[in-house]
């Protein structure tokens, strides 16, 4: 794919809401858009740094059956169903060791997940 035809689908993609299909792009030529960052319009180059940031701290998108998994986690919570909670929690205990899982959690998961011990309480 050309460098342009990239630009031009990255933006497009932004404009139509599209934020998979934008950081996926990002992210296959981040480093042509480190040296061509004035290339982008105001919301793609906000998109841009934010990746580039992530990217810079080390931490790495969540895949998607560990997405399909927090949604899972988020679900059982939001129905406050503990023994599926529970069954999720024992399949991706990995999941939980990550310090960016946190925002991916929804308010009724954080609270449950912090009273079972299964992620650290916040320091707020």
Known sequence: M???ECLRKIQTAVDEHDLVSTRIYIEENLEWLKDNRHLLKG?????????????DKGEQPLTRPEIM???AINAYA??????G???????????????EIRQYLNT???????????IEKSQN
């Open 108 to 118: 009724d998961a954080k609270i449950i997940l912090e009273g079972m011990g299964a």
């Open 43 to 55: 919301n793609a180059r906000e998109l841009f740094d934010f990746i580039l940031a992530r990217n």
């Open 85 to 99: 909670l529970k069954l999720s929690i024992k399949n991706h205990a990995a999941l939980l060791l990550k310090d």
């Open 69 to 71: 998994a927090v949604n």
């Open 78 to 83: 939001k129905k406050f169903d503990l023994r």
């Open 2 to 4: 050309d460098s342009y």
